[in-house]
């Protein structure tokens, strides 16, 4: 029998918390490489919350990414959209600073073109803090096939080779735009209405699966099949 084991989130560290945030806070976090669409995340993100009272915060590094955020500002019909102010995390983090980063943020956004497992999200939902996923791979099972928590995904090559197992023409998961524009807004409209999505069916469904315990329990299945 193959089985799949859930690796465990550590629960003293990614607990819940309810910001009081004067923006509404997106977090993105990944490496800089193609499978994780850390570009196409950032600009949908800054198209969706253009003139509103929100901040992005991008947990990633790498130089590229500054001088990128730097041309998008300094276009001048791109100032008039009033775009959101992006900070950039770019130095190693802890897991007690990463566990800040979801706490503190509204909304997390992992809009990849697909996981293994998925881990970032899952440590957002351990903080019990929205998380807008690729409807793909790993992601749904991670937010408990929550369907206002995935955006619609479809399944074709990738045209060009990356990082760990992303060969063309393998296929991966390309998240829709309309799809992940109009959920970003739904979210922020939801905070600014100051009534959050409540994560609290999600967050259960994370203490059943990813626990040091539920991990223990399926890994002794697995063995035991």
């Not at 800040?100 to 073109?113: G, I, K, S, V, Y």
């Not at 099972?141 to 074709?156: D, F, M, T």
């Not at 100051?194 to 299945?221: F, H, I, R, V, W």
Request: proline share 7%.
């Amino acid at each position: 029998m193959v089985g799949y084991v859930y690796p465990p989130v550590n629960q003293k560290i990614f607990k819940p918390n309810s910001p009081d945030n004067d923006k509404f806070t997106v977090l993105i976090l990944g490496k800089l490489e193609p499978r994780k669409r850390i570009y196409e995340t950032l600009i949908w993100a800054m198209v969706a919350l253009a003139g509103k009272q929100a901040r992005i915060i991008l947990k990633t590094s790498g130089n590229a990414i500054v001088e990128t955020i730097k041309k998008i500002k300094s276009r001048r019909e791109l100032q008039r959209l009033k775009l959101p102010e992006v900070a950039l995390y770019e130095q190693k983090l802890s897991d007690k600073e990463i566990a800040l980063l979801h706490q503190n943020a509204d909304l997390t956004l992992m809009l990849t073109h697909g996981e293994g497992f998925g881990y970032p999200a899952a440590q957002a939902v351990f903080c019990k803090q929205p998380v807008l996923c690729t409807d793909g791979s790993a992601l749904p099972e991670v937010v408990g096939q929550n369907p206002e928590l995935l955006v619609k995904a479809s399944l074709a090559p990738i045209l060009f080779s990356g990082y760990e197992l992303f060969y063309a023409p393998m296929k991966w998961y390309y998240p829709d735009i309309e799809d992940s524009i109009n959920k970003i807004e739904n979210f922020y409209n939801m905070w600014a209405s100051g009534k959050p999505y409540d994560m609290t069916d999600t967050y259960e469904y994370g203490l059943q699966n990813y626990t040091p315990e539920s991990s223990a329990k399926k890994m002794l299945e697995v063995l035991n099949a």
